[in-house]
């Protein structure tokens, strides 16, 4: 019996080593010095609830690595955990400068994931001149059903919405403090705002820059000199030891069976160019969480950054 758990313990093992091997070895043959060599710094930039890196963990897991390993420039933004669009992005539009100052470039190349999209997509909205492209990874563009739910169920006023509001703000503060940016201010209220469906129509309509304007389809590739792509995620559960496999299945219901990474639909994912909405990824392996736990039969995130950044570099952004 003993001989035999432990036999079933290894093939787990195999199983699970096997598949990062091979990925290891397929991206090995198109490692180069210059593979993912852009023109433009890369700029990542993190969805709600997000930070930079808290201690060794990254919210972009070993994606900035990934990328300059190929001769990427990159630059990880930290902006407040929870708040609307245009204050994040207003944020972004501080450290983009900033960004542009220390390298000497003239443009960035933006990457959000989630409410890191629309936050991307602000600042090429204010300032195309300082943006050569936007890409939206699993990005909230047309609204997400949980924050409908949450502004449904607590309106604005009452006393429930009041009680969440304050534990989401002491949340994301303790986020933005654990990173070390204490100083971020927090309104959780307007961030489910923002990413609203109306929230998100709203910011569509002043910001309306690659946004499809056929439902489901696919957006300008190019606006007003800023090149617009997206990739997205149709799976939930792509890895059983993951622990966040199974709060991300359980809120998918909220999509009535609409292709979802478990908290954007594949729809509201789209922006320019959609390079994929159906990868096997949940909203947590889209950044390559949690720490490396993504599906065994799927390109690895982290590889789909890296062929992004070459997509960028042939295109000469
Ligand atoms: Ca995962």
């Known amino acids: 019996m003993k001989k035999k758990g432990i036999g079933l313990l290894l093939a787990l093992a195999m199983f699970y080593m096997l598949p990062s091997q091979l990925f290891a070895q397929s991206s090995a043959a198109s490692l180069s010095s210059s593979y993912t060599q852009t023109r433009y710094p890369i700029v990542l930039v993190h969805g709600l609830f997000g930070f930079d890196n808290i201690g060794p963990v990254e919210y972009f897991y070993g994606i900035p690595a990934a990328l300059r390993s190929g001769g990427s420039s990159v630059y990880v933004t930290q902006v407040s955990a929870a708040n609307s669009t ?50 939206s990874i699993g990005g909230v563009n047309q609204g997400a059903p949980f924050a409908d739910v949450i502004l449904s169920v607590a309106p604005p006023g009452s006393l429930a919405n009041a009680v969440i509001v304050a534990a989401v703000n002491s949340f994301a503060q303790f986020l933005n403090g654990l990173s070390n940016q204490v100083y971020l201010p927090q309104n959780s209220l307007a961030a489910a705002q923002s990413l609203s469906t109306a929230g998100s129509a709203k910011f569509n309509q002043a910001h309306p820059w690659g946004v499809p304007t056929s439902a489901c389809g696919e957006g300008a590739y190019n606006a007003r000199g800023v090149a617009y792509y997206s990739w997205g995620g149709a799976q939930t559960k792509t890895n059983f030891m993951d622990p966040l496999d199974d709060p991300l299945n359980a809120v998918s219901i909220l999509f009535w069976g609409a292709k979802n990474d478990g908290l954007v639909s594949s729809c509201s994912s789209h922006l320019g160019m959609v390079i994929r909405d159906d990868y096997r990824m949940n909203h947590a392996d889209l950044t390559n969480q949690t720490t490396g736990l993504v599906a065994w039969n799927e390109t690895n995130p982290t590889t789909v950054y890296r062929l992004h950044a070459n997509r960028l570099k042939i295109a000469g952004y």
């Open 86 to 135: 245009e204050v994040r992005g207003e944020q972004l539009l501080t450290q983009v400068k900033q960004i542009l100052a220390a390298t000497g470039a003239s443009k960035v190349n933006l990457m959000g994931h989630s409410h890191g999209a629309p936050t991307a997509r602000y600042v090429a909205s204010v300032r195309p001149d300082l943006v050569a492209s936007v890409t």
